[in-house]
């Protein structure tokens, strides 16, 4: 983070605009209420995705921007879908045209690591019932560090996905039909009571999740088959981060039923690809502000250090902007043997989070600061003046493929300043004009969607 | 806990036989290998029961000998097995020793509070497989807070009573009977990761156990019946302690795996009933060494208050004999909620303890203390010593009936004393003449197998 000073002074005018109307973002994040309602292929049910739409995580980039193991993720995409037989073909087909990748934010949707997305994938359908919004999310591909998500592609990885869309899918789509719309706020609720923090470690959630079906799996009999049911039994048991995705599309449906209130300075997404690190503000449509990649603080797997970390995208980091993860990880003690530091630090480094942040969840609360409600509602305003960027737990993809660790980390100040910047232009011109020049070095990588 | 100077010294050589029978024992205690096997009728599987014995928890007395709520307890008891048809007449028969009253522990069974046992109650039956043991737990009742183990008897008890036998216990019999024996320490070892400390917060270990037989409740179709297996999912989602009978009939038979080894001081039993709070030591053979009931640290239910509290019995602090409960205290943060305190202060008393334990457990281990194995392997020598007794997390009875409460319990350091008299006057006997008379005006509560 920068020492560099900071302007944060608005007018008078300017910062009573700015209260009411984050009051009015606040509101809407806290009492959004994201309901699982569906399981169906991504083609079916996400706005404008089409058979030869890609998406990935992060901000929105043109094709030729991609690079690393984001670029070869999206090539596997294509050949997962059979858009492209060879990786030459896929990249042919991508250059011109015939291919398209977009981001999942312009999609309604929401991607874990790399993100990504093609037509066929199943995806969950999270309805807020408050505001009326929808998100998506597709599914988590199983505890093997080879996913596609993290960069990978092998026969182990396409079957994993065919699974998930000839057994899970059609399973789940089932279980969640008898059962009746499922809501993801109590789930999330209790999960934190039980040693989970929702972002990289759902433990606990999961089995709620899984208890919530119980007696619809037992009434689905042979539809589709009592194997299936069995093989996804198994899959949930096998499988700790099941729930990341339902809470991630939570978060999602949360995030955008803050966003776009006019003048409001809370932060309503944070979103990685393979350039920036970025964050859109509600005030602020749908601009992303860019900057370096995050610092990390991580826990490798055994052969790996801090040399192999490639960014290669990322957008459950939404868990943080809802409250949870790591706004949440005094809840989650056992998350040390995942992500490492100690339990006295993330006793800390979550109560420091207060400092930039709006309110106190009315509903997510954490055991062990005595039921304090997580810090929740970023402020962009806040993070500018204590010089304090939101942290986020997240997973570590490998620049060989693959996932190689966990952490924490912690976004550079230099996305926040440049879009602290544009909010001053736009809502408190008289000195937005000498402050718009603070983040002007740092708007290469904005991106308009 | 008295302030009177204790005489700890021990002859060198009394040490080294102490020192090696305590590791005996405490591997004992390690390594026993508590698995669930069945769920059957009390008089087909307990040794020695009988159609008209009640079992109840504590040091043995002689009926006449029980008073207030674990008299009445017992009293009920036999209206619910139909020994007799009112409580006039029950007096009668156990005065006339028609009706027999013994100790659970007299018969391999441990109790929760009054820890009422009748012959067509069903029983968990937990095999230690390390050392072939057997132990005993009847079922939970259910969150209401009357219960007959809390005292209270009305129809809804005995509908209650008469649904875990007729719907609960076929249900859990067949599918014990599909899914194969229960290992328990595994997912004992998983609950501490999620929140529970497996005496009064057992959330976690009940979705785990209930995770662990749903395979098996769908291959089981109609038998019993699909309402029934319905009816006990909607059990277990309601009550979240179903897992602490489990966790008790475990504890059990670790303590009794531990117990017998000539010399060794190790605590390996602690039990409540009316009259005095007990202790059996290892070496000590079957006498139970007992003293006042314990300090409390409550929290109450709306409308009660410390002076409510009725000692009617309680077996369930074997799961801190087993190294869990209060000793693991600080994995359970949600626990405040239930029994009051504050997360500072448990993580201080859980860390307190290692004091007066022989070992760190090595498989149940604590998030919040870095997973250090939770203090196991409690020491008489050690107590007397530090003049600190093993703290108890329990439910809390009401005089007029069922639970009012729960609360962190503090023995008196009397029982302990009286033990280590015994103790030095039977291995120690050089100085154990002069030592054995602190003890003599505790004994009066002393009971013989």
Known sequence: M????????????????????????????????????????????????????????????????????????????????????????????????????????????????????????????????????????????????????????????????????????????????????????????RALRLGDELHSRNTAASMIFERELTTSFIQMGNTPSAAAVTDVLEFFRDNDYTFLRMGMAAAKAIADAAHGVPASTLVTGMAINCLSFGIRISGLGDQWFTGAHPQLDGKFFDGFGPDDVEWIGGESCFTEVAGVGAFAQAAAPALQAYQGGDFTTMMDNNTSLYSITLAEHPQFAIPALGFRGTPVGIDLVEVIRQRRTPMIDGGLAGSSGGQIGAGLLIPDLDCFRSAYGSYRAQYDPVDGATTHGHSSSHSGQENAR
């Open 2 to 189: 920068t020492t560099e000073a900071v302007e944060i002074t608005l007018t008078e005018s300017a910062e009573d605009v700015r209260t009411g109307a984050n009051a009015v973002a606040l509101e809407r994040l806290l009492t959004a209420e994201p309901v699982l309602v569906d399981v169906a292929p991504a083609r079916d049910v996400v706005p404008g995705m089409t058979d030869s739409t890609i998406l990935t995580s992060g901000a929105p980039l043109d094709w030729p921007q991609y690079t690393g193991g984001q670029r070869r993720s999206i090539l596997n995409a294509a050949l997962y879908e059979g858009l492209a037989d060879s990786v030459e073909a896929a990249e042919k087909a991508l250059d011109s045209g015939r291919i398209t990748v977009h981001s999942t934010q312009q999609h309604q949707c929401i991607g874990s690591v790399a993100g990504i997305y093609t037509a066929s994938m199943p995806v969950l359908v999270v309805r807020d019932e408050t505001y009326g919004g929808t998100a998506f999310c597709n599914l988590y591909e199983g505890k093997s560090r080879h996913r596609l998500n993290y960069g990978s592609y092998n026969d182990e990885v396409r079957d994993g996905l065919q699974w998930l869309q000839n057994v899970m899918a059609p399973v789940l789509a089932t279980a969640i039909d008898l059962h009746g719309p499922i809501p993801l706020k109590p789930i999330m609720t």
